[in-house]
């Protein structure tokens, strides 16, 4: 199982950033897929879901109406936009797969002016 996080950086409170996360070693398809963030000194916490065929998502209400998450199963890849980012957005984003334990390294978001 691996799973890759891309996208992240520094942005302006605002802004926006679309976030990437390349799955393999497991059958994308089949599995739920979730993204987490964890802030500096505060313990990880749920972002958004989507559903294994992409009919159903969910999101934390911290994000609601400003994060969407997106699925591409040919490309087994999940996508998080973020819009009117701000600086409590910042934190190391992870995906993860409902059903497994591994977790990726993460990609750093930074909201600041």
């Known amino acids: 199982v691996q799973l890759v996080e891309s996208g992240g950086g520094l942005v302006q409170p605002g802004g926006s950033l679309r976030l990437s996360c390349a799955a393999s070693?497991?059958?994308?398809?089949?599995?739920?897929m979730r993204w987490y963030r964890q802030a500096p000194g505060k313990e990880r916490e749920f972002v958004a879901f989507i559903s294994s065929a992409g009919g159903n998502t969910n999101y934390a209400d911290s994000v609601k109406g400003r994060f969407t998450i997106s699925r591409d199963n040919a490309k087994r890849t999940v996508t998080l936009q973020m819009n009117s980012l701000k600086p409590e957005d910042t934190a190391v984003y992870y995906c993860?797969?409902?059903?497994?334990?591994?977790w990726g390294q993460g990609t750093q978001v930074t909201v600041s002016s």
């Open positions: 993860k797969a409902a059903s497994l334990v591994r």
């Open positions: 070693g497991f059958t994308f398809s089949r599995e739920d």
